[in-house]
């Protein structure tokens, strides 16, 4: 059996509470880490403890508003105090607001960065440290989006932001190399989230997967996957990258590639 290097290792995943986040609880579970479950909702965190349980390794639950700094670094000092530090950061917090950017007022920009960015810089610089502190290494993984490696229609501060994040990413991974703390993000497509099928109900649905090269929207567990990839041993030599996870989307000249 392939040993990630994730047993009995802690996890903090922000963002437990659905789609992504969900998958990620999961998927470090499965790989035989502590889980942290941080969420801004208390029932989330709750059921995200359940399913980490479930497949048999310890886990808490951790409530709290990531945009304030005050409150993540309550929430890391108590997920360090319960499991003996902190190894692995997940971040999966994100949020966008719709619109063209010019209609957009300053307020929706300020909640996007606050979403998006600002609280992935609270998470990296308190979890940072106290992996500096710890002197053992670690590992961050942060979910960006293929919105922030090029246009983002209708979502322009989202897009904005999560390029932000991509690289706040390469910063970090160069400032805490020398610690052994590999930095990288996940930049996902279009997932099948409940948000996601919420908003693509009926044609819209069969219509963006049939736009996509593989053929369909991104399960939540696909990008779960490359986020364990890169916190585990098997990214042991990968940091400051940026992994596309779209399903070849990306990557599509202007014209049809289909036969």
Not at 33 to 61: N, P, Q
Not at 65 to 89: H, K, M, N, P, T
Not at 146 to 161: D, N
Request: proline content about 3%; hydrophobic content about 50%; aromatic content about 4%.
């Amino acid at each position: 059996m392939l040993d990630l290097g994730l047993t009995g290792k802690t996890a903090l995943v922000a963002g437990c509470g659905s789609g992504i986040g969900q998958a990620c609880v999961r998927a470090m579970a499965e790989a035989g880490a502590r889980v942290a479950c941080f969420d801004v909702d208390e029932a989330a965190a709750a059921a995200a403890v359940t399913a980490a349980h479930d497949l048999g390794v310890e886990a808490i639950a951790l409530v709290g508003d990531a945009r304030v700094r005050s409150e993540v670094q309550r929430v890391v000092d108590e997920a360090a105090a319960a499991f003996d530090g902190i190894d692995v950061l997940v971040d999966v917090i994100g949020l966008a607001f719709w619109g063209r950017s010019i209609d957009l007022d300053e307020s929706v920009w300020d909640d996007s960065f606050d979403a998006v960015l600002r609280h992935f810089f609270h998470l990296s610089s308190v979890v940072g440290r106290r992996m500096v502190e710890q002197d053992r290494g670690g590992a961050m993984v942060a979910i960006a989006s293929v919105s922030g490696m090029r246009s983002a229609p209708l979502h322009g501060p989202y897009g904005a932001a999560k390029a932000g994040i991509i690289g706040l990413v390469a910063t970090l991974a160069m400032e805490l190399a020398a610690s052994g703390i590999r930095v990288n993000a996940v930049s996902p497509g279009a997932v099948l989230t409940p948000r996601v099928a919420e908003m693509l109900r009926g044609p819209r649905l069969a219509q963006s997967a049939e736009s996509i090269p593989l053929g369909r929207l991104a399960d939540p567990v696909d990008i779960a996957k490359a986020v364990t990839f890169l916190a585990s041993d098997l990214g042991a030599y990968v940091t400051g990258q940026n992994l596309v996870v779209d399903g070849g989307a990306s990557q599509q000249f202007s014209l049809s590639t289909r036969a």
